[in-house]
């Protein structure tokens, strides 16, 4: 399965490129991504709840600080 990266430039049409799942994954996880957003329930244009959600999304290894090889 392969997905389209966004072009660089809108005015360079071959700047679309294949590019793997797994490779993408890889590269998620090597450096980590953050993910958020907001949810608010309301009526009539009355706030009730509003929700802030965050969440890291890295590998163990991106997350741990380096060990002393001494």
């Known amino acids: 399965m392969t997905t389209?990266?966004?072009p660089n430039s809108a005015d360079d049409p071959l700047?679309?490129?294949p590019v793997a799942l797994v490779d993408l994954l890889d590269r998620v996880l090597a450096t980590?991504?953050?993910i958020s957003g907001d949810i608010t329930l309301s009526i009539a244009d009355v706030d009730l709840v509003r929700i802030s959600l965050r969440a890291?999304?890295?590998s163990v290894g991106a997350l741990a600080p380096p060990?002393?090889?001494g």
């Open 32 to 34: 980590g991504v953050v």
């Open 4 to 6: 389209s990266l966004a």
């Open 56 to 58: 890291l999304v890295a």
């Open 15 to 17: 700047a679309y490129r």
């Open 67 to 69: 060990q002393d090889a």
